[in-house]
């Protein structure tokens, strides 16, 4: 267990559909990260968030949106899903750099 | 915009010596990172260069030259469950995200 929990883990839903995925993160950590990973793409950067703002962004759909709650546990929300948002999602936390990310177990979304 | 290139495969042989190379292009450079991730599961940290210079932690070296935009991971000893992709990723200055490679897939056969 890293510490870094996500749920849920498998999330199966239609196109056109809507779910959200959810990360607490290690205990201290005031970073969230989360990233998004495809067979062909490796692992994308989407949105950081600290202490509850937003840090910065990567390569996030205008559909996707995130955000991060008082207890540090952070949101991902996918909007209008197509079959091309089937992935692997990863939350990450950090305290700084130095010690790099500690990942999450993922949520595998099909979107069928 | 960042560059970061590994292999996409790799094989070796149980007990064996592997170097996986990464080569960056990027402004901004601060400091370099590996994962290995096996299939469907977690990247976990292996490593991290700022300096110039080799790292040495167990079976695993990694290995930097800023000015190359080079690094390496040494994997000695090879043993079954090193079967992972291992992924390079860099941090840029005055940021605390990482750009990950694509991963190089290390099969390790008996």
């Known amino acids: 267990d890293s510490g870094v929990t996500q749920t849920p883990k498998h999330l199966i839903t239609a196109t056109g559909q809507r779910v959200t995925l959810r990360c607490s993160p290690r205990?201290?950590?005031?970073?969230v990260y989360w990233y998004q990973q495809s067979l062909d793409q490796g692992l994308q950067f989407l949105i950081q968030y600290y202490n509850g703002e937003e840090r910065a962004k990567g390569n996030i759909l205008e559909r996707f949106s995130a955000q991060q709650f008082p207890d540090l546990h952070s949101e991902l929300n996918l909007s209008s899903l197509e079959l091309g948002d089937s992935a692997l999602y990863f939350c990450a936390s950090s305290v700084d750099t130095t010690d790099g990310y500690t990942f999450g177990s993922g949520t595998r979304l099909t979107v069928v | 915009g960042q560059n970061i290139d590994q292999p996409t495969e790799m094989t070796a042989t149980e007990g064996a010596i592997v170097q996986i190379n990464c080569t960056y292009q990027t402004s901004g450079f601060n400091g370099l990172f590996w994962y290995q991730q096996h299939a469907g599961e977690a990247p976990t940290f292996l490593s991290y260069n700022v300096l110039d210079g080799l790292e040495e932690k167990g079976r695993f070296s990694s290995f930097l030259s800023r000015s190359k935009g080079y690094s390496y991971l040494l994997l000695k000893e090879l043993q079954m469950k090193d079967s992972a992709s291992y992924l390079c990723a860099v941090s840029l200055m005055g940021y605390s995200t990482l750009t990950f490679g694509k991963g190089t897939m290390l099969l390790v056969s008996p």
């Open positions: 205990s201290g950590d005031l970073s």
